[in-house]
């Protein structure tokens, strides 16, 4: 039972590259979500998925999209990388909604350049 | 203001002392409270929760809530160089579409 996964763990792209982050998860939770988290900004939620078939915004999306490709899955893509994102991204699940204790990935740090 | 607000330390403790980590809130609304540990370079883990007023204890770990104050705290009793960590106080906010709101955190450090 690995939880949460994230891949990759580390990267770096210059400004203007693109890239998908990649989360999964094994404890058929229902609701996904992706944070980044700032040097003393606590975790910002970008994107979050209710249940399969459903994404909404959260409270930073600008520059990001995503997918929710099953009940496993869900990305997160960077169209053109900006230095303004560079951050660890957090993927997270839970079994419903956020009342629901979240269980985290591992992280991925990413530097633009 | 920020939704969540936490002093951002470092809190400095001796081993065996109680620690005490407190958040304040500005959603009157908020229902839900939690605390999560963050380890240097790892992710959050959840410690706690607490929805209702007063205390909740388990283990060597208390949260205190007080909805009319708008402020919700973590105590640590006998404190570790174990539990050496960033503290991560989260409310679910009606404002933010029932979403988690994480505050910045606080770093506690245990000396031994």
């Known amino acids: 039972n690995a939880g949460v996964t994230q891949t990759p763990k580390f990267q770096v792209l210059k400004t203007g590259q693109s890239m998908t982050l990649q989360c999964a998860q094994d404890m058929n939770h229902n609701s996904m979500y992706w944070y980044r988290q700032d040097p003393g900004m606590g975790l910002r939620l970008i994107y979050y998925s209710a249940s399969e078939g459903t994404t909404d915004k959260g409270e930073v999306p600008n520059g990001y999209n995503v997918s929710r490709l099953n009940k496993r899955e869900f990305s997160l893509r960077l169209e053109s990388a900006a230095p303004s994102q560079t951050s660890v991204y957090f993927c997270?699940?839970?079994?419903?909604?956020?009342?629901?204790?979240?269980?985290f990935g591992p992280g991925t740090r990413l530097t633009v350049t | 203001q920020k939704e969540v607000e936490q002093n951002s330390g470092p809190l400095s403790v001796p081993e065996g002392a109680i620690a005490s980590l407190n958040c304040t809130y500005s959603d009157r609304g908020s229902q839900s409270f939690f605390w999560y540990r963050q380890y240097s370079g790892k992710s959050p883990e959840l410690i706690m929760f607490i929805y209702s007023n007063g205390d909740k204890e388990d283990g060597r770990f208390t949260a205190q809530l007080n909805k009319a104050s708008q402020y919700v705290s973590l105590l640590i009793r006998d404190s570790q160089p174990s539990d050496s960590a960033t503290y991560l106080c989260a409310v679910r906010t009606y404002n933010a579409g029932n979403m988690l709101t994480f505050g910045g955190g606080t770093r506690l450090m245990v000396k031994p």
């Open positions: 997270a699940s839970s079994e419903m909604d956020p009342s629901y204790e979240q269980y």
